[in-house]
């Protein structure tokens, strides 16, 4: 698990601009066949404790999950660790407003799409629709949000708007809230009504 992280800050430097070795020298140390990328670091949450949940050990198994800071940097990433860089096979989660620069970002690295997932608004969305409104609300009372929670909802810019967009756009007002929720979504999901990117993505690796 260790090198699994070392390997996944390797790369992070080297998407910055750094030197390629470290991660290269790691890939092949710690035996990575897969790269998982993400937009975010809550998606990353929610990816791994899904694994965890299903008992499996994604490092154990040579993938490893990254959160790339944004959907533009899909190019960058796909560059360095598909085909054109250490030729790792690539899978991910995508949003759907920004599916345009994966395609892009995929073409140009020659790498396959078929083991992109595509979420309708994001994958904080897709939880909150499988789990209902009702059952994000009770964990946000439980994680002693209900106050932040209650303010959130007088904003004149909520009044009128759907609980679930309410919900969604509340996860993301406070920095680490998004982290935070994207494990907590998954631990209540019933494992039948998992949403199908994330259950798809997970079935792929």
């Not at 390629?20 to 404790?49: N, Q």
């Not at 490092?59 to 085909?83: D, F, H, K, N, T």
Request: hydrophobic share 40%; net charge neutral.
């Amino acid at each position: 698990m260790a090198d699994m992280r070392a390997f996944r800050d390797a790369v992070t430097g080297w998407a910055a601009g750094g030197p390629g070795g470290p991660a290269s020298e790691l890939a092949e140390r710690v035996g990575v066949r897969t790269v998982v990328l993400l937009e975010g670091p809550s998606d990353l949450a929610a990816v791994e404790t899904l694994a965890a949940r299903r008992g499996r050990d994604l490092a154990a198994e040579g993938v490893c999950v990254v959160s790339m800071g944004g959907a533009m940097s899909i190019a960058r990433y796909a560059e360095l660790l598909g085909p054109p860089g250490l030729g790792l096979r690539l899978a991910g989660l995508c949003d759907e407003n920004e599916q345009c620069f994966y395609d892009r970002g995929l073409e140009r690295a020659r790498a396959p799409h078929r083991d992109f997932f595509v979420c309708v608004s994001d994958l904080e969305d897709e939880l909150i629709r499988a789990l209902g409104t009702a059952r994000v609300e009770e964990a946000v009372r439980a994680e002693g949000d209900l106050r932040a929670w209650q303010t959130f909802l007088r904003q004149p810019a909520q009044h009128g708007r759907p609980r679930q967009q309410q919900l969604r756009r509340f996860l993301g007002t406070k920095k680490g809230r998004k982290i935070r929720y994207g494990h907590l979504l998954v631990e209540a999901l019933d494992p039948s009504l998992t949403p199908a990117p994330l259950d798809d993505l997970l079935a792929s690796l």
